[in-house]
C-alpha cells in the first residue's frame, strides 16, 4: 500500500493524458494536489474528478516555461496547502517533423517548455525542499529520450535533457534529503501520441516486444512508486514503463 497522505505535490501539464492520470493517483493515496495546465478548463476538470472522487486539488494555469507563471503556481500553492513536498515535471508537447524541416522556433517551443519549463520548476522547488531535509522530485522524460525517434529529434533532444538534469541533480541534493528520479515512459495511449501519424504509431507498437502501448495509469503507477516510501533508496534512476521498448 502506497501512503502519501503528507505530501503536498504540484504535477504540471495536468490537464490530461498522463498528467491527468498521475494527479489523480496521487490525490488517490492522499497527497494533496496543485493541477498545473496551460489552459484553466483543463486543470479544472481534474481539480474536479478528484474532488468527486474525495481527493483535494487546486487548478492553476499558467506556462511552465514562464518565469512568472512558475512563481505564481507555487505561491498558489504556499498558500493554499503549505510549501510543495512533491514536484511532477510532466507537462509537454509533442510535434512531429523530420529533422531538415525543423524550425528555430519549434526547436525553442520543444525546449522551452520540456527541459525549461523542468528547470524553472525545479529551481523554485528545490530551496524550501533542502531547507526542510526532505522533498521528492520526479521527472517525466521519454524512452525516446534514450533512445532517439524518427521524425522527433527535437522531441528526443529535450527528454534526453530531462534525463542528464536527472542523473546530475540527484548527485547534488540526494545526502541533503531531496530524492530526485525520472520516468520514461515508452508510447502511450494520449492524446499527444494519437496526434502522431498512423504509420508512425502502426511501426512503434510492431517494435514494442508487447506489442501494444500502454497506458497513462501504468505511468501513473510509477509515479506513485517513486514518490513513496517504499522508493527511499531510489536516486538518480529512470524507470521504463515502456513495454520493452527499452531494457536496461
Given amino acids: 500500500m502506497i501512503e502519501l497522505s503528507g505530501h503536498i505535490a504540484i504535477v504540471t501539464g495536468a490537464g490530461n493524458g498522463i498528467g491527468r492520470a498521475i494527479a489523480a493517483r496521487l490525490a488517490r493515496e492522499g497527497a494533496r494536489v496543485v493541477v498545473n495546465d496551460l489552459k484553466m478548463a483543463a486543470a479544472q476538470q481534474t ?41 511532477v515535471n510532466n507537462a509537454g508537447v509533442v510535434q512531429q517533423s523530420l529533422f531538415e524541416n525543423l524550425s528555430i522556433e519549434d526547436w525553442d517551443r520543444m525546449i522551452a517548455v520540456h527541459l525549461r519549463g523542468t528547470f524553472l520548476c525545479t529551481r523554485t522547488a528545490i530551496e524550501p525542499m533542502l531547507d526542510a531535509g526532505e522533498g521528492c522530485i520526479i521527472n517525466i522524460a521519454s524512452q525516446l529520450g534514450q533512445i532517439g525517434g524518427v521524425e522527433l529529434v527535437h522531441y528526443s533532444a529535450a527528454k534526453a535533457g530531462i534525463i542528464g538534469m536527472t542523473k546530475a541533480l540527484a548527485r547534488e541534493v ?43 495509469d501504468d ?21 521504463g514503463p515502456n513495454s520493452g521498448d527499452v531494457m536496461l
Wanted: with cysteine; aromatic share 6%.
Fill in 47 to 87: 481539480q474536479q474528478e478528484i474532488a468527486n472522487s474525495g481527493g483535494t486539488a487546486l487548478a492553476v494555469a499558467g506556462d511552465v516555461s514562464a518565469p512568472e507563471d512558475v512563481a505564481a503556481m507555487f505561491v498558489a500553492c504556499q498558500e493554499a496547502y503549505g510549501h510543495c513536498t512533491l514536484l
Fill in 174 to 216: 540526494s545526502a541533503r534529503g531531496v530524492r530526485v528520479n525520472a520516468v520514461a515512459p515508452g508510447p502511450i495511449n494520449t492524446e499527444l501520441v494519437r496526434n502522431l501519424s498512423e504509420d508512425w504509431r502502426a511501426t512503434k507498437a510492431a517494435e514494442l516486444p508487447l506489442g501494444y502501448f500502454g497506458e497513462s
Fill in 219 to 239: 505511468v501513473a503507477d510509477t509515479v506513485a512508486f517513486l514518490a513513496s516510501p517504499q522508493a527511499r533508496i531510489y536516486v538518480g534512476q529512470t524507470l
